[in-house]
């Protein structure tokens, strides 16, 4: 059974800068990509960013690119996001996710069957 549990949400200014980790069991998470979404009020969940099953490349949604940034330990087998220069807009809920097929490390949430609780993130302005 895997388990994802989110951390490090919290109330940050604009333009601040927050941690956010993804603490996996069940699956180690240098054998799989995961995923980071977010869903805020009255919107759609969507996709944050991935990390392949390698480590070695990494996708971001246009809104985040140059200021988000994935990375991951497998010792501590977390998955962890760097939020920096952070805008109201990225108010919401993060989750974290891996793929039911290992590999897989797009844009559909319906490909990830493993979700973490999320944790809530908002940008005061």
């Known amino acids: 059974q895997v388990q994802l549990v989110e951390s490090g949400g919290g109330l940050v200014q604009a333009g601040g800068s927050r941690r956010l980790a993804c603490a996996a069991s069940?699956?180690?998470?240098?054998?799989?990509?995961m995923a980071w979404f977010r869903q805020a009020p009255g919107k759609e969940r969507e996709f944050v960013g991935s990390?392949?099953?390698?480590?070695?490349?990494?996708v971001y949604t246009d809104s985040v690119k140059g200021r988000f940034t994935i990375s991951r330990d497998n010792a501590k087998n977390t998955v962890y996001l760097q939020m920096n220069s952070l805008k109201p807009d990225d108010t919401a809920v993060y989750y974290c996710?891996?793929?039911?097929?290992?590999?897989?490390?797009?844009?559909?949430?319906?490909?990830?069957?493993?979700w973490g609780q999320g944790t809530q993130v908002t940008v005061s302005s």
């Open positions: 069940g699956r180690t998470v240098s054998s799989s990509a």
């Open positions: 990390i392949s099953k390698g480590g070695g490349s990494t």
């Open positions: 996710a891996a793929p039911g097929l290992l590999l897989y490390s797009g844009t559909d949430p319906t490909k990830y069957d493993y």
